[in-house]
Structure formats: structure tokens, C-alpha cells
């Protein structure tokens, strides 16, 4: 079964380092997304992206946070400059279509990053 | 806000039990989605049910939809240990591009 594919597993970084977190999406799904999750709380979502391009983010995805999809398969998260409070699971996710298209988003088992 | 919100927020079930959980939501949707989420893992699909749908039922599973209370059940029957999970429901936003996840229920089912 075709899978959303996360790396690494988990991150440990130092506070104010740049940190990227790679996705492989599910070859034929073009709706991609990055969710994040602090211990014990909800999935937040920040961003989706489309066609090269983002079409959502939430208030979390500031400044510090960007994505690119770098080639055919990957789907980045770059965080420029990590804070203590960045420190959560990241969670990819894709679809065929948008979530008013009636598709489920199948997700990554997630990168556990640390800031320290 | 689109988000869903569960209730309860946790529940403890003894095996072979059913478990019932809800989830509200505040603006129209299309659809409703639940997810579960075993500790430490990703998010997996469970059950999709439409706006024009009521009831929905997958092996051990039945999503209810009440579009006009903005309401939805996810009710596991017989339940098994290893159901124990977080249980979250997920709505479209306001646009349309992405899910919005309640807060979730955690499900503990014990042998």
C-alpha cells in the first residue's frame, strides 16, 4: 500500500538552528500539507500547497517557517531559526484532491523534533 | 472556526464494550472525516461521511451525521484492546484546502 514517507524520524537541534524536515508524498496525490502536533495536544495544521504553490497557512506558519517541494517527490518544511516552543511532531500529509473534494489525507508517521 | 471539537475527551472501556464518541463542529461542511492516532504515530483514516449522508458504517464502525445539529458520532462496537487509541474527527476549512482537527478523544479499552 503507498505510504507518506517521513525523514527523519526524530531531530534534536539547538535553539536558533535551521532545520529541515523531508516528505516523500504518495507519487500520484498533488495536495500536500504539514501538520504539527506538541505532546499531548491537538493536530494543528499550518500549510497546504498545491501546483508549486501554498494555498493555506495558519497563524503558526510565520516568517520562520517555509516549504518546497525541491523535486518530483520531496516536500520540505524548513524552519530558519528553531525556538523551544518549535519543539513537537510534524506530521506530512497528501491527498488527490482538496478536503472538500471528499478524499481522505493519508500521513507520515511523523518527525519528532527537539529543540534544545 | 471550522474546527470539530470530541467529546468526551477521554473515555475507559472495558474489552467487548461499545465505545461512543462525539464531535461537534460550527460552520457548514461537505464532509466529516475521523482519524485515529495510535501514541507516537501518524494519523490514520478510518471513516469519510458526506453532507448528504446519515449514517455510514465500516466493519466495527458506524459515523453518524446530523448536519443540522452540526454533529457527528463515531461509535466502535465489541471493542478490542487494541483499539486503544486517540480518536479525532477532521473537517474541511473555511476554504476548502485543508483539514482542521479537533482536540480528540483518547480511548483506553482494557482486557
Known amino acids: 500500500e503507498p505510504e507518506v514517507t517521513q525523514t527523519p524520524s526524530h531531530q534534536v537541534t539547538q535553539m536558533g538552528q535551521e532545520v529541515i524536515l523531508r516528505c516523500v508524498p504518495i507519487?500520484?496525490?498533488?495536495?500536500f500539507y504539514w501538520y504539527r502536533q506538541i505532546l499531548g495536544q491537538k493536530v494543528e495544521f499550518l500549510v497546504s500547497f498545491y501546483n508549486n504553490e501554498i494555498s493555506e497557512k495558519s497563524e503558526i506558519f510565520d516568517d520562520q517557517f517555509s516549504v518546497e517541494r525541491p523535486d518530483g517527490s520531496n516536500f520540505t518544511l524548513k524552519i530558519r531559526s528553531t525556538k523551544l516552543e518549535d519543539s513537537a511532531m510534524y506530521f506530512c500529509?497528501?491527498?488527490?484532491?482538496?478536503?472538500?473534494?471528499?478524499?481522505?489525507?493519508?500521513f507520515g508517521q511523523g518527525t519528532r523534533l527537539t529543540v534544545v | 472556526s471550522q474546527q470539530g471539537e470530541e467529546d468526551p475527551q477521554a473515555l475507559s472501556i472495558q474489552e467487548g464494550e461499545n465505545a461512543t464518541m462525539n464531535c461537534s463542529y460550527k460552520?457548514?461542511?461537505?464532509?466529516l472525516q475521523w482519524y485515529r492516532q495510535n501514541s507516537g504515530r501518524g494519523l490514520v483514516h478510518l471513516i469519510l461521511i458526506r453532507s448528504n449522508e446519515r449514517e455510514k458504517h465500516s466493519g466495527r464502525l458506524r459515523v453518524t451525521l446530523d448536519t443540522s445539529k452540526k454533529s457527528s458520532s463515531l461509535l466502535i462496537t465489541a471493542s478490542r484492546a487494541a483499539d486503544t487509541a486517540s480518536y479525532f474527527c477532521a473537517t474541511p476549512n473555511q476554504a476548502g484546502t485543508a483539514l482542521i482537527f479537533g482536540k480528540g478523544t483518547t480511548l483506553s479499552v482494557s482486557s
Open positions: 460552520t457548514s461542511i461537505n464532509n
Open positions: 507519487s500520484n496525490h498533488l495536495y
Open positions: 500529509a497528501s491527498s488527490e484532491a482538496f478536503a472538500t473534494g471528499n478524499t481522505e489525507a493519508f
